[in-house]
């Protein structure tokens, strides 16, 4: 692990990725990407970044997705978010070196808004790598790894699993068997291994006095940091969840594990330890 731990001189978190780290076999997909997002938003874009393993430059071909993140001037309406899924189908035609693009969306004052100040702000003041239009981390302040951050990020896992549940039970009530059903849920593994690992760092994270965004690394924090009896058998979870992250399996077993088992014992610690995510409209 970094003896820096993802922090600078004084403590709080450097920014990670930048656009000189994109791999090169990733470097037509984020020009593109640049380009369209411009013809598409246009004078309603605020400004747009790049975040996960592109710019961190940990991408594997075939197998890492392009993330995206578009700050709008003002919130983004129906037709702007039916916008981003064209956005995101045409860059996935276009590029097989990339599994899937993802877009978010967000406004400017949304991101800039006291509620958000220590979630969706953070995440673009450290998480996030400049694309097109002024860098709004200009406008946030510095993060420690404390406990604000880690309730503020990820102290709403109660408030999902329900939501969980019900879009597994709509993949596997639509996904016919085998195949076709396999394809549809190793997105669902994947999203969800990522966020359970997470959770399980930043669980600890102010304990660990430091920010990392590698799967591995944050379950092996968990593992050595997380103090309760049955520590053994959450870390070997988390581990799991780790490699899943990066490698998910279409398996239906893996994801009733965590909305029935991993989420709900996870969400139960997250409350007792940093408490609950003041919660969004």
């Known amino acids: 692990m970094s003896a820096k731990r993802g922090l600078d001189a ?27 997002v411009l013809d598409v938003f246009g004078g309603r874009l605020h400004s747009a970044y790049l975040y996960g393993s592109i710019p961190r430059g940990t991408a594997r071909v075939g197998r890492s997705d392009l993330d995206l993140l578009l700050v709008l001037r003002e919130e983004p309406t129906e037709a702007d978010r039916a916008d981003a899924r064209t956005l995101d189908g045409a860059l996935d035609k276009e590029f097989t070196r990339i599994d899937g693009a993802g877009t978010l969306l967000a406004g400017r004052a949304q991101v800039l808004s006291d509620l958000e100040r220590h979630d969706l702000g953070w995440f673009v003041a450290c998480l996030c790598t400049p694309l097109l239009g002024e860098d709004l981390a200009e406008e946030l302040p510095r993060y420690r790894p404390d406990a604000l951050l880690a309730r503020e990020t990820n102290g709403d896992l109660a408030l999902l699993l329900p939501r969980w549940r019900e879009r597994i039970a709509e993949v596997t009530g639509v996904a016919g068997a085998g195949g076709p059903q396999e394809a549809a849920l190793r997105p669902l593994v994947r ?11 930043t669980l600890v994270m102010p304990r660990w006095n430091g920010w990392t965004s590698d799967l591995a690394e944050m379950a092996e924090v968990f593992a050595a940091y997380y103090p309760e009896r049955d520590r053994p058998r959450r870390a070997a979870q988390l581990r799991k969840a780790a490699v899943l992250g990066h490698e998910p399996v279409g398996d239906r077993a893996v994801l009733r594990s965590y909305v029935d088992d991993l989420g709900p014992w996870l969400a139960e610690e997250y409350a007792r330890v940093h408490g609950v995510k003041d919660p969004r409209p």
Do not use: K
């Open 191 to 201: 999203y969800m291994s990522r966020h359970l690992v997470r959770t399980g760092f």
């Open 10 to 36: 004084q403590g709080y978190i450097e920014r990670e990725g930048s656009l000189g780290l994109v791999p090169a076999a990733f470097r037509p997909v984020v020009a593109s990407a640049r380009d369209r």
